[in-house]
C-alpha cells in the first residue's frame, strides 16, 4: 500500500493501473470524518485504487482538489463505461423465425411501470351505506 503525495503522479498511476487490468481494479472512495470539536465539518478525503497486485493511496484535507478528484471520476468512469461487450452471438438457422415480434422483446424484455398488456384503468364502485335495522 503506496500513499502518493502529488495529486499528478496519483492521477497517472491510477490510470495506468486501470488500463492495464481492468477486470480486476477497484476504486475505493472514503471521506473520514474529523473526530475533534475544534475541526467539526472537516475531514480527510482517501482514495484508493487497487487490482490485488498494487494499491495505490491518496489522502488530502485541502478542498481545492475537488475539481480534480471530480475529473479523475470521471475520466475512470468514462474508461468503465466505454469498455466493449462481447458481440452477441448469431441466431440459430434451425429456429423459425416469429410472424410477429413481441413488444416486450422490442423492449429487451424490460418492463415499464404503468405500461402492462391489462388495462388497469376504469371506475372503482361506490360502497353501499349500511342502513338502520
Aim: proline residues 8%; contains cysteine.
Amino acid at each position: 500500500m503506496v500513499y502518493l503525495t502529488n495529486w499528478q503522479e496519483y492521477q497517472d498511476a491510477a490510470e495506468a493501473l486501470y488500463a492495464a487490468s481492468p477486470n480486476k481494479t477497484r476504486y475505493v472512495i472514503k471521506w473520514k470524518v474529523a473526530r475533534d470539536g475544534a475541526n467539526k465539518g472537516r475531514g480527510e478525503l482517501v482514495l484508493k485504487i487497487t487490482d490485488d497486485v498494487t494499491c495505490l493511496k491518496y489522502k488530502t484535507q485541502s478542498s481545492i482538489l475537488l475539481n480534480r478528484f471530480e475529473q479523475l471520476n470521471l475520466s475512470l468512469a468514462k474508461r468503465m463505461r466505454n469498455r466493449t461487450a462481447a458481440p452477441p452471438p448469431p441466431p440459430a438457422a434451425h429456429s423459425p423465425a416469429p410472424a410477429a415480434m413481441d413488444v416486450d422483446s422490442e423492449r429487451g424484455g424490460t418492463p415499464v411501470p404503468g405500461q402492462s398488456g391489462i388495462a388497469s384503468g376504469g371506475v372503482a364502485k361506490k360502497k353501499k351505506k349500511k342502513g338502520k335495522k
